[in-house]
């Protein structure tokens, strides 16, 4: 009873540790767009595939990017607020487009 009641406050000890350590989310993918979007198209050969404009609760602004690279499939999802600082909310592999259903059909 003792050993496993040392092992869950050594791993609880770990969790915590690690997560008061860590770096926060945001500072690991954020910086301005342009040094992005340039490193985007430099290493991953990605291009801008789709945007839009999303509405937060404050009403402010933010576009929704989608940047892909056809022949390899790698993405990447940006969010940009007004004052141009980008973040990677998303990225990936096997990325691929969908083509639109029929007028009256559902997708």
């Not at 989310?25 to 945007?51: F, N, Q, W």
């Not at 933010?62 to 004052?83: K, Q």
């Amino acid at each position: 009873m003792e050993d496993l009641m040392f092992k869950r406050l050594v791993t609880t000890a770990l969790l915590f540790g690690m997560a008061a350590t860590a770096p926060p989310a945001a500072a690991m993918g954020c910086a301005p767009r342009d040094h992005i979007v340039e490193r985007l198209k430099d290493r991953y050969s990605e291009a801008l595939t789709a945007a839009g404009l999303e509405t937060t609760v404050e009403t402010r602004q933010r576009m929704l990017e989608i940047w892909s690279n056809p022949e390899n499939g790698s993405y990447t999802v940006l969010l940009t607020d007004p004052a141009g600082i980008s973040c990677i909310v998303g990225y990936g592999s096997e990325f691929h487009t969908v083509a639109a259903p029929p007028d009256g059909e559902l997708g």
